[in-house]
């Protein structure tokens, strides 16, 4: 009977298969770096900052296998993010925009946006920027988000009438976790029904 963990692991074209399936790690040559970042790329939306911290992680298990200079790797991985970032094959404000969409209709808090996107080495200009182009989205984008959140949670409105009030204060917990004000917590929690928020914040 076959195991999962002996299931070999996808990886960059060119990667040898080391035993029960997992691939040895291979020599960070600038050549391999570049096929390995491309094969990311092509699996994931990715900041510079982020795209970098993959391949020095590739560096690093190149250095401990095979004795490879690590800044040179380093070195490699760098000039590889900028010549991507002037092609255009990264651009931090495409996935910062991206990204701060997906997480809103989601239900992110701008608060939890930001922090996302700071860690994954989004400079501060374009989390900023990212944050405020939600604005084009909804009238009241943290309103919008909350109730995004609420309703994939189950929280006040979208509760059975029955329960709403035993669990209120756990949903505002719940929301004040999720990086909403007070405020905004309120405003979703006091409303009967979804249709009377969509109905008085236009949502």
Same mark, same amino acid.
Request: aromatic share 6%; charged share 35%; with cysteine.
């Given at each position: !009977? @076959?195991?999962?963990?002996?299931? #070999?692991?996808?990886? *960059? *074209? ?11 790690? /291979? ?6 770096? &570049?096929? #390995? ?8 939306? @990715? @900041? ?11 560096? &690093? ?7 490879? =200079? ?5 070195? #490699? ?24 969409? @997906? ?19 989004? *400079? ?5 920027? #990212? ?20 309703? /994939? ?9 029955? =329960?709403?009030?035993? !669990? ?14 007070? &405020? ?7 409303? &009967? ?11």
């Amino acid at each position: !009977m @076959s195991n999962d963990k002996d299931k #070999a692991v996808p990886g *960059p *074209p060119g990667a040898p298969a080391g035993r029960r399936g997992r691939r040895a790690p /291979r020599r960070a040559t600038p050549e391999y770096l &570049e096929r #390995a970042a491309l094969f990311y790329l092509e699996r994931y939306a @990715s @900041s510079s900052e982020n795209l970098r911290r993959v391949l020095r992680r590739k560096v &690093e298990r190149s250095v401990r296998a095979h004795g490879t =200079d690590r800044e040179a790797g380093f070195a #490699a991985v760098d000039a590889l993010v900028a010549r991507f970032a002037r092609s255009g094959l990264v651009d931090d404000r495409r996935f910062a925009e991206g990204k701060a969409a @997906s997480l809103h209709r989601r239900g992110g808090s701008a608060r939890a946006i930001r922090a996302t996107l700071a860690a994954k080495g989004v *400079p501060a200009q374009e989390i900023d920027a #990212a944050v405020t182009g939600l604005e084009d989205l909804s009238a009241d984008p943290e309103l919008a988000a909350a109730c995004a959140f609420a309703r /994939r949670r189950r929280l006040g409105p979208w509760r059975r009438p029955e =329960d709403r009030a035993e !669990m209120q204060s756990k949903d505002l917990a719940a929301l004040g976790r999720g990086g909403f004000s007070f &405020e905004t917590a309120r405003r979703v929690l006091q409303a &009967e029904t979804p249709e009377e928020l969509e109905a008085e914040y236009g949502l």
